[in-house]
């Protein structure tokens, strides 16, 4: 059995003909006989809990499928697309002989984390060429049911450190039982009706799956609000963490939420980067400055560009998710540094404007929120 666990699922846009939504579509589109049955549905903890498809072609002849599968919750009346956590579609090709058979896994805590409890169901695109190329829809039901611990753990979360780019929450375990904290999260923000969620982000700086608390144990959590998104913009945030826990040899999970708020790049305790120097050539940008601390700071090759936009320093859009070299320079205290980069590798080709660089140095590597600091690099593009 071949398990499509590292396989993650996107938003998948069906076509659609003389405006009918295929999304919502019901048995008309329908073939005559499906291809799929369900064989097993494993809600557990030692599944992940995954759901198998089962295939035979009882042709006889051998048939090439081109499969695009999405999941759904039921929300009243409607049919909701479960938003991923990875942004590429589920997809799977293969031929199958005549009565051969063949079997398809889907891990939902790889896909989407864990699903609550609810009705759902799988829309499956085929097309089969068989000489022919034909595609139709197909729907396959199943339901998660709820898990109901005997009361819920005694968890706190509070923000401990925060800047525009990174933020630190501590997480504290005040109950009886051993927890475990989720790799992925989810991200708000407030708006005119309250929290919106904007994003479900997972790999937190976790080495492993999990990270245990034990009872009376405090654990950093930390979570960089940029990263593949850029910045987020100023406001106010709600972070939903995940724990799990065990109880009468059953596997419950609990949102754990804390708030914090972004203010925006604020240039503070940075002053003594003395005599600043900006050029511009080509899309090779160069600062200089010198290090006026009386100890060593640091810095890396990351940054950020910002676009005088009236009265407001907005981030400028990045190509794709920005990668940047892991390398740390320093400056002794009294020395003159040079830095360059290309800004097209990240920001492409910038319009005529005024901009600046947001540059972050580190004056204390013990303390990564509070020993990090941002400094302004104004520069024109004509």
């Known amino acids: 059995m071949k398990k499509i666990a590292t396989i993650l699922l996107a938003v998948l846009l069906f076509c659609s003909c003389g405006g009918t939504d295929r999304d919502n579509a019901e048995g008309w589109d329908l073939p005559p006989k499906k291809l799929f049955d369900i064989i097993e549905k494993d809600f557990s903890e030692e599944k992940g809990e995954s759901i198998t498809f089962f295939a035979k072609n009882e042709e006889e002849y051998e048939i090439s499928y081109d499969l695009r599968f999405r999941f759904q919750k039921q ?3 409607s049919w909701v697309l479960i938003e991923p956590l990875n942004k590429e579609e589920i997809t799977e090709e293969f031929a199958l002989n005549s009565g051969e058979k063949k079997e398809i896994t889907f891990v939902f805590e790889d896909i989407f984390g864990k699903l609550p409890a609810g009705n759902y169901r799988v829309v499956v695109t085929s097309f089969q060429d068989n000489g022919n190329r034909n595609q ?7 339901e998660i049911e709820e898990k109901n611990p005997s009361e819920k753990e005694k968890i706190a979360a509070e923000a401990a450190g925060c800047d525009n780019v990174d933020i630190i929450a501590k997480i504290t375990n005040g109950g009886e039982k051993e927890v475990f904290l989720l790799e992925y999260n989810e991200i708000f923000i407030e708006g005119e009706n309250g929290f919106e969620k904007l994003d479900t982000v997972r790999g937190i700086n976790f080495g492993d799956t999990k990270t245990k608390i034990l009872p009376g144990e405090s654990v950093d959590f930390f979570y960089r609000t940029g990263g593949s998104h850029g910045t987020r913009p100023v406001g106010k945030y709600r972070v939903n963490l995940f724990i799990e826990f065990y109880e009468n040899g059953k596997t419950f999970e609990q949102i754990v939420p804390f708030e914090f708020e972004l203010t925006g790049f604020e240039e503070t305790n940075i002053v003594p980067l003395w005599e600043r120097t900006v050029s511009l050539s080509g899309n090779i940008l160069t600062i200089g400055f010198q290090n006026g601390f009386n100890y060593e700071i640091r810095y890396g090759d990351d940054y950020y560009i910002q676009r005088l936009e009236g009265e407001d ?8 998710i920005p990668a940047f070299d892991t390398v740390l320079w320093s400056a002794e205290a009294g020395e003159t540094a040079e830095w360059k980069t290309d800004l097209s590798l990240i920001y492409g080709e910038l319009p005529a404007g005024s901009y600046r660089l947001v540059k972050t140095f580190f004056t204390d590597a013990d303390n990564y929120i509070n020993g990090k600091h941002y400094a302004f690099f104004e520069f024109e593009i004509k």
């Open 75 to 77: 929300e009243g009346e």
């Open 136 to 142: 139709w829809y197909e729907h396959y039901y199943f």
């Open 313 to 320: 320093w907005v981030t400028a859009e990045t190509k794709g």
